[in-house]
């Protein structure tokens, strides 16, 4: 199995910056893909950046220029460095993985991001 655990939440006025960390444990060479999610108030998850494990990184269009997401070369931390922050940003954000071929799935329990006008 794969356990994760997000931090780096906060509150943070428009135009500013936050880095939201996951830190994997368990089966961590079986990772595949590790992504970030996040959920507004009222809305579905959405899918915001992804980062395969030869290093390809895909982004949503509303984050894109703006978001960086990378991880360590052991799999074991995720990071998402997110710059000019907007107030339609805040939500719960999520770290994702799929593991073991894609056949199974982890999620961290989450960590908010509100970002104030």
């Known amino acids: 199995q794969v356990q994760l655990v997000e931090s780096g939440g906060g509150l943070v006025q428009a135009g500013g910056s936050l880095r939201l960390s996951c830190v994997a444990s368990g089966s961590i060479s079986s990772i595949n893909v590790m992504d970030w999610y996040r959920q507004a108030s009222g809305k579905q998850r959405e899918l915001v950046a992804r980062?395969?494990?030869?290093?390809?990184?895909t982004y949503a269009d509303s984050v894109q220029g703006r978001f960086t997401i990378a991880r360590d070369n052991a799999m074991n931390t995720l990071y998402l460095q997110m710059n000019s922050l907007k107030p339609e940003d805040t939500a719960v954000y999520y770290c994702?993985?799929?593991?073991?071929?894609?056949?199974?799935?982890?999620w961290g329990q989450g960590t908010q991001v509100t970002v104030a006008s």
């Open positions: 994702h993985a799929y593991y073991e071929w894609y056949a199974r799935d982890s």
């Open positions: 980062i395969s494990s030869g290093g390809t990184t």
